[in-house]
């Protein structure tokens, strides 16, 4: 079996030399929390499938139940239209295989969405993701690769929080909303489609967010257990609602681009 994801060679490849210095007992622990041969079997098993199709099988591993509706609000996939499909972002792994798989299937594969460069590692998720490392050099590329994916002919699917939800004031809700989505969708003429999808992580995960938020850490912790998260939400069923496309003609001058961010996010959240 290939190891597609070896937590040894990621530290080397980040840390160089100083790599060795991490106490074994530490590699161990992070080979376990992201689920290092859990994860790497089914990369193997699922080798011969890449985009839509990985994605449904992941869904399948994973043992999910989709409840969809408004699956009519649909825009249909042969109307000649573009458009840029919006989600709130619960579980930050999950979620987004899973509505790439319902985008995916009903536009034949022609979607595309902006992720961590680190799940580039993922042979099957690669062909539908133009990579983001907001930390790095990519990060200066953003603007560039943002532009790309709109002057594509492919669907956009986008989380606008960038990070998964985090609990604020006792409530399961997304950090607010950037206003990319807004401007590049009123410049190349994209209605805008809200999903929201409904789910969570455990408290725990949402206790290691706010530690690190409070303490003012510039690397985010809490994605380190995402992966343990997705295997804790194995086998239940998650409410996906799809309302009506949004005109881009909407987002107006009356309002700024973050403003109207906050009204697509309002709109997400009454599905």
């Known amino acids: 079996m290939e190891k597609t ?4 060679k990621i530290l080397h490849d980040k840390m160089g030399d100083k790599a060795g210095l991490v106490p074994r007992f530490l590699v ?16 193997w098993e699922s080798r011969d499938k890449q985009g839509t199709d990985w994605l449904e099988e992941c869904v399948r591993y994973l043992r999910m ?22 989600s709130n972002h619960p579980l930050g792994g999950a979620d987004g295989v899973a509505l790439g798989a319902v985008i995916g299937r009903h536009y034949d594969g022609k979607f595309r969405y902006l992720v961590n460069d680190l799940l580039m590692s993922l042979p099957g998720l690669a062909p539908v993701c133009i990579p983001i490392n907001k930390t790095g050099k990519q990060g200066r590329d953003f603007p560039r690769m943002v532009e790309a ?19 604020i ?8 909303w950037k206003k990319t989505f807004i401007a590049k969708s009123v410049e190349y003429q994209r209605d805008v489609v809200p999903i929201h999808f409904g ?4 408290d725990k995960f949402y206790r290691i967010a706010n530690i690190c938020k409070a303490l003012n850490l510039k690397f985010n912790v809490a994605m380190l257990f995402l992966v343990d998260e997705m295997y ?26 973050a403003e109207w961010a906050q009204y697509v996010e309002d709109i997400v959240y009454t599905l």
């Open 5 to 8: 994801i070896d937590i040894d």
């Open 28 to 43: 161990k622990w992070l080979k376990g929390i992201v689920h290092e041969d859990e994860v790497n079997r089914y990369l």
């Open 65 to 86: 139940t989709l409840e969809i509706e408004g699956a009519e609000n649909l825009p249909p996939k042969d109307d000649g239209r573009l458009y840029t499909f919006v």
């Open 149 to 167: 994916g709109f002057t594509s002919d492919n669907h956009m699917l986008m989380f606008p929080a960038g990070l998964c939800s985090r609990k």
């Open 169 to 176: 004031n006792g409530e399961i809700h997304d950090l607010p």
């Open 199 to 202: 789910g969570r992580n455990s």
């Open 232 to 257: 804790k939400n194995v086998d239940k069923t998650f409410r996906v609602s799809i309302g009506k496309p949004i005109p881009w003609q909407t987002f107006d001058k009356s309002r700024t681009p």
